[in-house]
Structures are given as C-alpha cells and as structure tokens.
C-alpha cells in the first residue's frame, strides 16, 4: 500500500511536468490565433492601406489591444464576394484610425481576452504548486515507511509493533497431542487467574516459560491457549522485529510492551523467535551488535522490574534454547522450560482429530491410517495436510474427502506440486531405471524400510520418487539400517551404471549422494559406528552462532581428519559394491520392473513385492506396528 502511493506519485509527477507543456502549448497558440476561424488569410499593412483608399474595406474589427485587425473587404477578382483578411498592425499606427474614420468604415475595437490572461497566469502557477505538493507527499509517505529515511525523526515514539489479543478465543481442546506440555503449562493458567492462591503460602510466581521446539508444533497455540482458558489478554511480538536498523528502536518496543501489558494486567506475554534477540551476547564473528544486546538488556531490566504477582506471564518461543544467553534463563526469568517435541503417532492422531473437526470426512476415512501414514509430521503440517486434502477434494467436486484426496495431499505436503508425467523417451528410460534401482534395494536389503510405491509422476524437484513406509518415531536405529540406507540411497546410481555404463550416469543421483555421504559421515564421527573407534568427534549440535566453527577448529588433527575421510568412503565404497551386485544379480526383475513403471506410471509397493518374489525370495520386514 505505502510503495503504490510512492510509485504513483513517482509516474504522475513527469507526466502532470509533460501535460502541462502541452496545455501550455495548445493554450498559447489559442491565444496566439484568436480569430483564425474567421480569417485565415493574411494581408500585409501597406496592402491594407491600399484597400483603405481604393474603397474596398466595408469594416475592421480590433484586436488584441489594436495590434491585429480582422478586415472585411471586397474581393473584385470574385464577383465582389466578401473576404476576410487579418491584418497585423504596427505598434503605432495612429493615423489609421482617423484614416478609417475619413473613409467611413465601420470600426469595432475588441477588448482582450482577460481570461486568457488568468488562465496563462494560473497555468504558470498551477505547475510548481503541483511539483511542491507532490513533493511534500512523497516525502511524508516514505517517512512513515519501515527505515525510510524519515524514520529517524520518530522512532522514538515507537508505533507499537506488538499485537494486542482481548480474547484469544482458543483453548487446551484446540491443542492436541503434546499433553506434557499441556499439563505443566495448565498451571500458568492458574497463576493468571488465582494468583493469591499461591502468594497465600509464599510460592514466587514464574514470571517466564520458554518454550522450546521445532516451528508448527504449536507453540503459538499453546501461549494462546493459555490466555484464552485464562480469560486475559494476549501480547505477542515475534524478535525478529525487534532487531531493527537503529540503535535503541528494539529496546523502546521492549519498554513499549511492558508498559501496554502492566496497564493491562492480569495478561500474557508472547515472544516468538526470542533466539532473534537472546543470543549469546559478545559471541559470534565481529564481536557482539550493539542493537541486539540493548534490546536484551532492556528485556532483562524489564523482566527483573516486576513482581512475579501482578499477574504478567511472559511466555517465549525458539527452536534452539542452547543459543540463548545464560542470563535469560536465569531464575526470576525464564526459569521455566518446556519442550513442544513434533507429535508421535498418538498425539497425531489427536491433532487430526482436532482439524477434522470443520472437515467433512468420507466414513470410510480412519484418522489413525492418516497418522501411520504421517511420522515427523508437526501439527502444522498436519493441519496443512487436512486443508490441502478439502482444496483438493473442492476442486474435483466431490462432496466429503477420501483416503484418495488425503494420500495426494500427503505427497503434495512432504514432496511438493506434482508436475505433469514425462512423454516415452530415453530419459523417462533412464529415470525409471534409477527409481526401481532404489526400490528394488529397498525391498532386498532386510533392514531397509519397505516400498511404499515407485512413481515416475514427477514432483516438486524429482523427476520420480521412490516412497518408503517410515519407520515409527525416533526410535534407535541401528548400524545396519543407517547401512541399508546407504545402500538404497546409491541404488539409483548403481542401476544407471550396470544399465548404461558409467559414461551414461546423470546428475539425478546428487541429492542422493549427498543425503548417504551425510549418513555415512555421522556414523563415523558423531556414532562411533567405524573403524576409527567409538569417539564422538563432533558435538551433537550444529554450530551455535556463525563463525563458531571459524574460532574453536575441530577437536580432532589433520591426520584424523584424514582418517575420517577415508573411513566416510570406505563405507560408501561398501554400500556402492552391494547395491550394484544387487541390481546385476537381478537384472531380469529389474528390466521387466522398468518396463511396467514406463507403461503404468506407478507401481505400489504390495505389487512390486510379489514381482520381485517371482525372480527371488524377498526378505520378510516386520511391519513396526506401535501401541496406541
Ligand atoms: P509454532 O508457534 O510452534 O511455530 P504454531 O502454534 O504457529 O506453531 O502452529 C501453527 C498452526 O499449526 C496452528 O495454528 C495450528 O493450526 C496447527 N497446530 C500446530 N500444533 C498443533 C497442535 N499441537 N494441535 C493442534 N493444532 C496444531
Ligand atoms: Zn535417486
């Protein structure tokens, strides 16, 4: 909105600047031309003269202060027809007048045109006072804009950035499946409604809970609901905006919100993303930023400034609470930790249940199946996977969403747009040799999970998909699974070598490479799964600030480094033998596969199972069924 004003009145103003040279034009040669619809001939003053004496001038009307002439005269070469003729005068030609007086010729003096005067006069005027009021525009537009340049001049009144919520209208019910969370944050609710019943007996109120976890698994939720089952008000304010281009803006927001919230209280505060501004201060490449750590340090006066019982809870929400800076966490501030971990199969199930509530289902439809389908799926996506399912079951006008719709919408969230099929070519060839290559390691590699389906429908990034039943939940996986996975991750690759030879291999296998390098990596420095020893060298977590990696250099010498290295590849060089003896082993299986997958598009995993059977006996898989 703020930039299309900007926009329009940055075309306007050239073209007002245009118009008005042409209005200017068009304006001065109307003046200029007064009277050219009556005479459009023009006659010299000597020859006017002339007429004047030979008696040919019936009238003469003035104009323009008397320096232009319109003449009637009689023309003698027409049949005496009448002509009119303009005339221009010398500036002094007073005896003219007595000359026509003498000669009887009726003459009319014509005022000048004063309106034209005016509208030159306006017309000037009208130009600057447009530019200057443009101008004026234009410049107050872009200071109200986010850092424009007129930010400056007020920031320091700081419009509230924060959200105010009366009511939030959502409670625990539309929370589901992250129950401990639920259960350890249903006493905040009690604190913001009865907090006399715990200053009764001396207990300090928690001014502050963090809650900590992956984004979509309802940490916004949860802080609403808690508002909402309290009855009070709701602030939120994400710490991203806090972080701005001047220094002290972050700060006075921080002032800002706690003095709205104590106006307001009893009430909840929210802050999403605090990692944005509670990072480690003084950490990091180029020492600390002044701006973040006024903005914390003003976070931490202010939480320290109130009494845990004037009914303000601040609630805050990162992914990552090992980046924050110790003296958030400190007692008297967020003390209190929460874990919102992405749901296991039962809280899935109840978070899909609580989206199905304004759904309209097919009856054959069992949200648990959904569930199975859904593992590390947040509550976020699975909400999404719900809408996706409706918008999908809309459009092909259906009256209720079926398993159909929901398998789609599953594939759309997790692997992106289908795109449309490939046309029969040697690429669609190539493809499908690749994709049966990581289906048929799957299904012979007993500890690899088990094909779902082979599709050659293309989606998202992929050209062809290969989908595996997942696992149940973050259970331990042990040394040969991480193994099958390599071995199915190069499966691809290993079916374009044996089929076309190495010259023929495509870049199709880099996601693949990369996704088993990374396996192969973590099982030798962070699982002790190598002949390198059980040593953990890597820390568990990633890097906690940029350039942490650039400061404290691994733990480990060149030389081990090297020995990684080798150990990385030796293991993938493994993996790579196996699945290429795998795919040569059963070439039969795999061409007939191909032939299908080109003919159908998509094979089912039951299906590939039983075709495979035929050739070779297929591993029994237990299917992982968990206790609801
Ligand atoms: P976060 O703050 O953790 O990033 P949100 O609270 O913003 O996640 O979640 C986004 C949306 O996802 C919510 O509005 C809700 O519709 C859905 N959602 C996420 N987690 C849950 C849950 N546990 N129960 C029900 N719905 C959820
Ligand atoms: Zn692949």
């Known amino acids: 909105m703020k930039f299309s004003w900007r926009i329009l009145l940055l075309w306007t103003l050239p073209a007002l600047v245009i118009g008005f040279f042409f209005w200017q034009g068009t304006f001065a040669s109307t003046t200029g031309n007064m009277g050219s619809n009556t005479a459009s001939t023009r006659m010299t003053y000597g020859r006017f003269l002339d007429y004047i004496d030979s008696g040919r001038v019936t009238s003469v009307d003035l104009y323009d202060s008397g320096r232009t002439a319109i003449v009637e005269a009689v023309d003698v070469d027409l049949d005496n027809r009448l002509q009119r003729l303009r005339v221009d ?220 019982n004037t009914g303000i809870i601040v609630i805050a929400a990162t992914n990552r609470a090992d980046v924050l800076d110790t003296a958030l966490l400190r007692p008297g501030r967020f003390d209190r930790q929460v874990m919102v971990d992405p749901p296991d199969l039962k809280g899935r199930i109840k ?132 193994l099958a996975r390599i071995t199915g991750a190069l499966g691809g690759r290993a079916a374009e070598e044996e089929v076309f030879g190495d010259a023929e291999v495509t870049t199709g296998a880099g996601g693949d490479l990369q996704q088993l390098t990374g396996i192969a990596r973590q099982m030798v420095t962070r699982y002790g799964m190598s002949d390198l020893g059980s040593l953990s060298l890597e820390s568990q977590e990633g890097e906690v600030f940029l350039g942490a990696g650039l400061m404290s250099r691994a733990e480990y010498s060149e030389e081990v480094a090297a020995r990684i290295d080798q150990q990385v590849r030796q293991i993938i060089e493994h993996c790579h033998q196996e699945a290429r003896e795998i795919i040569r082993d059963n070439r039969d299986a795999v061409d007939r596969l191909v032939d299908l997958l080109i003919e159908k598009e998509t094979i089912e995993g039951e299906e590939f199972r039983q075709i495979v059977a035929e050739y070779t006996d297929v591993p029994e898989k237990p299917q992982y069924v968990p206790q609801l």
């Not at 079926?402 to 493809?431: Q, Y």
């Not at 049966?436 to 992929?462: E, M, N, S, Y």
Request: proline content about 5%.
């Open 89 to 308: 005068l010398p500036i002094s030609a007073p005896e003219l007048i007595s000359k026509l007086r003498d000669s009887n010729i009726a003459l009319t003096s014509h005022p000048a045109r004063n309106d034209g005067a005016i509208w030159g006069l306006l017309g000037n005027l009208i130009f600057p006072i447009l530019l200057i009021a443009g101008l004026f525009f234009l410049f107050r537009r872009s200071s109200n804009m986010n850092g424009g340049p007129g930010q400056a001049m007020n920031f320091g009144k700081s419009r509230a950035r924060f959200m105010m919520e009366a009511k939030t209208g959502v409670l625990f019910d539309d929370v589901a499946g992250i129950e401990e969370a639920k259960e350890e944050l249903e006493e905040v609710v009690t604190f913001l409604k009865q907090p006399e019943r715990f200053t009764a007996v001396g207990a300090r109120i928690p001014k502050g809970v963090l809650l900590v976890g992956p984004p979509g698994t309802g940490k916004t939720l949860l802080a609403k609901a808690i508002a909402g089952e309290a009855g009070v008000p709701f602030f939120s304010i994400s710490g991203s905006e806090f972080v701005e281009m001047f220094v002290g803006v972050g700060a006075s927001r921080v002032r800002d919100l706690f003095k709205k919230a104590k106006e307001n209280a009893p009430c909840l505060i929210f802050i999403d993303e605090i990692d944005a501004v509670g990072r480690q201060r003084g950490a990091g490449i180029g020492g600390g930023n002044d701006e973040r750590e006024q903005t914390l340090n003003q976070l931490l006066t202010e939480m320290d400034g109130f009494e845990g």
């Open 351 to 482: 978070v899909l249940e609580v989206h199905a509530r304004d759904k309209k289902l097919a009856s054959e439809i069992s949200i648990e199946v959904i569930a199975r389908r859904t593992p590390g799926f947040t509550g976020a996506d699975l909400s999404n996977l719900l809408n996706e399912a409706a918008i999908l079951t809309a459009r092909r006008r259906k009256e209720a969403i079926t398993m159909l719709e929901i398998n789609d919408a599953v594939d759309r969230v997790v692997a992106g747009m289908e795109g449309t099929p490939l046309v029969d070519s040697k690429n669609k060839r190539l493809i499908a040799y690749h994709e049966v290559g990581h289906a048929i390691i799957g299904t012979l590699v007993k500890d690899h999970d088990p094909v779902q389906k082979v599709t050659l429908i293309p989606r998202g990034q992929a050209q062809g998909l290969t989908w595996f039943t997942p696992s149940e939940e973050q259970g331990l996986i042990t040394r040969a699974q991480l």
